[in-house]
């Protein structure tokens, strides 16, 4: 069974950088994406970044160009490098993981990290 463990969040001036990091264990037969989702209170989850099965990364808007998706294979973690912080970026990030289980799965699954908080606060 997958586990995905968050670490890094905290409190940070705006303009500040932090770097939030997921480390999953166990395995499934197909990874379609992994990445970062973020809920702010009163608002939908919503996509920061992801890394598809090809290799390609895909940004929300809003973080283009400050964020970026590091990854190190060898440990199974990936990173969310957050740079140039705002008070709107003020969310619970989630570690996500898109996959099927088995070969006999017909659909996808989506796993979820325990979350951790992101205050961007003077």
């Known amino acids: 069974q997958v586990q995905l463990v968050e670490s890094g969040g905290g409190l940070v001036q705006p303009g500040g950088s932090l770097r939030l990091s997921c480390v999953a264990s166990?395995?499934?037969?197909?990874?379609?994406?992994m990445g970062w989702y973020r809920q702010a209170p009163g608002k939908q989850r919503e996509l920061v970044a992801q890394?598809?099965?090809?290799?390609?990364?895909t940004y929300a808007d809003s973080v283009k160009g400050r964020f970026t998706l590091p990854r190190d294979n060898a440990k199974n973690t990936v990173y969310l490098q957050m740079n140039s912080l705002k008070p709107e970026d003020t969310a619970v990030y989630y570690c996500?993981?898109?996959?099927?289980?088995?070969?006999?799965?017909?659909?996808?699954?989506?796993?979820w990290g325990q979350g951790t908080q992101v205050t961007v606060s003077s």
């Open positions: 996500n993981l898109r996959g099927y289980e088995t070969p006999q799965s017909r659909t996808f699954d989506d796993w």
């Open positions: 166990g395995s499934i037969f197909h990874t379609v994406a």
């Open positions: 890394r598809n099965a090809g290799g390609g990364t």
